[in-house]
């Protein structure tokens, strides 16, 4: 696989976050770069690319193909018990945001923690 062939997300910096920029190749866990302009984070984030499938053949390690988050649509349907959605609703409520936007942010606080762990 070619470095250029994935798809790249560019999203600026907070300055509580350094400013600058940030992109990342959702296809490659992990595989990111940051530069001061938009252009300089796409440089970085190809030489990131670049060591990451040299990496992943070098310990043989499957390589996943551009465009694999295309496959997925954002969207599934989760059954829960009848009391556990009314308190994540609740809590959802109380927090002034939506339903989806809570569980969303309550299922990626969950990842990030397993990931740092």
């Given amino acids: 696989m070619d470095a250029t062939s994935y798809p790249i997300i560019v999203r600026a910096l907070s300055a509580e976050d350094g400013g600058g920029w940030l992109a990342e190749l ?3 866990p992990g595989c990111m770069g940051d530069g001061g302009t938009e ?3 796409i440089a970085d984030v190809r030489l990131a690319a670049e060591e990451w499938l040299a990496t992943a053949k070098d310990l ?3 390589i996943p193909k551009p465009g694999a988050l295309d496959r997925y649509s954002g969207k599934w349907v989760q059954r829960v018990p009848k009391s556990l959605h009314m308190r994540l ?3 959802a409520k ?3 945001v939506s339903l989806n936007q ?3 942010a309550l299922l990626a606080e969950g990842l990030g923690k397993r990931a740092a762990a």
Avoid: M, N, S
Wanted: proline share 11%.
């Fill in 102 to 104: 809570f569980v969303t």
């Fill in 60 to 62: 043989k390690r499957p």
């Fill in 26 to 28: 959702p296809d490659l």
């Fill in 39 to 41: 252009e300089a984070a």
């Fill in 89 to 91: 609703a609740d809590q």
């Fill in 94 to 96: 109380r927090e002034g």
